[in-house]
C-alpha cells in the first residue's frame, strides 16, 4: 500500500499567520492527493482535490501544490475557524490511504 | 442534494461480526462512476479507509483487514452495507460513510459517523 506521511504532526500558529503542512507519498501519485478538514466531533470535509482544485465553497485562503510524491497545503491568514486538523488522502492505487494528520493549535 | 448517513450497532462483543449499513440519497450507485467508501477513526487517532464498493460492483479493501472485511450494495434501497468479521476493542471507532462521484478519488460527502464500542 502507499504510504502518505504528514508534517508536522502538530503546529501551534496565531491567527493572520500563513501555515504550510507537507505531506510525502511513499511513491509517486501523480496528482492524486486530496485535503481535508476535520473539527472535533465532525466529519472531515473536503478542501482540495487533485493536488491544487479548491473544492466549492471552500476559500481561497487555503492553496494546494506538487506532485509526484511531494505536496502541500498552505492556509494564508490563518482564521479562528482553520483551528482543526487536517489529512492528506492518496487516490492514485485502487487502495485510498490517509495522512497521520496534522493538528494546527492556537499560540 | 445528497444525504449519507450510517446506521449500525453502538456496542459489540470481541469475536461478533459488525454490520453497518449506509443509506444515501440524493445520487445512485447505479450512475457510472459512483463510489462509496467505509472509512474509520479510533478516538484521537488518525482516519483509515476500509472499503470501497463502485457503480459497476467493483470491490477494494485496505490490505491490513481485507480477511475480516465484506462490502455490497442493494441500489434499490441506495444502501451499502460493511460487515466486518472477528471484531476486537482495537476496533472502537467512529465509522464514517463517504461518496466519490464521476471516477474520482476524492471523498466530497461525508456521513456523520457512528461511534461502534468493542467490549472484551
Known amino acids: 500500500d502507499i504510504q502518505m506521511t504528514q508534517s508536522p504532526s502538530s503546529l501551534s500558529a496565531s491567527v493572520g499567520d500563513r501555515v504550510t503542512i507537507t505531506c510525502r507519498a511513499s511513491?509517486?501519485?501523480?496528482?492524486?492527493l486530496n485535503w481535508y478538514q476535520q473539527k472535533p466531533g465532525k466529519a472531515p470535509e473536503l478542501l482540495i482535490y487533485a493536488a491544487s482544485s479548491l473544492h466549492s465553497g471552500v476559500p481561497s485562503r487555503f492553496s494546494g501544490s506538487g506532485s509526484g510524491t511531494d505536496f502541500s497545503l498552505t492556509i494564508s491568514g490563518l482564521q479562528p475557524e482553520d483551528f482543526a486538523t487536517y489529512y492528506c488522502q492518496q487516490g492514485d492505487s485502487p487502495l485510498w490511504t490517509f495522512g497521520q494528520g496534522t493538528k494546527v493549535e492556537i499560540k | 442534494q445528497v444525504t449519507v448517513k450510517e446506521s449500525g450497532p453502538a456496542l459489540v462483543k470481541s469475536t461478533e461480526t459488525l454490520t453497518l449499513t449506509c443509506t444515501f440519497s440524493?445520487?445512485?450507485?447505479?450512475?457510472?462512476?459512483?463510489?462509496v467508501s467505509w472509512i474509520r477513526q479510533p478516538p484521537g487517532k488518525a482516519l483509515e479507509w476500509l472499503a470501497r464498493i463502485d457503480w459497476d460492483d467493483d470491490k477494494f479493501y485496505s490490505t491490513s483487514l481485507q480477511t475480516r472485511l465484506t462490502i455490497s450494495k442493494d441500489t434499490s434501497k441506495n444502501q451499502v452495507v460493511l460487515t466486518m468479521t472477528n471484531m476486537d476493542p482495537v476496533d472502537t471507532a467512529t465509522y464514517y460513510c463517504?461518496?466519490?462521484?464521476?471516477?474520482?478519488?476524492?471523498?466530497?460527502?461525508w456521513g456523520q459517523g457512528t461511534l461502534v464500542t468493542v467490549s472484551s
Open positions: 463517504a461518496r466519490t462521484p464521476g471516477v474520482k478519488t476524492y471523498f466530497d460527502f
Open positions: 511513491q509517486s501519485i501523480n496528482r492524486y
Open positions: 440524493g445520487f445512485s450507485l447505479t450512475t457510472t462512476g459512483m463510489r
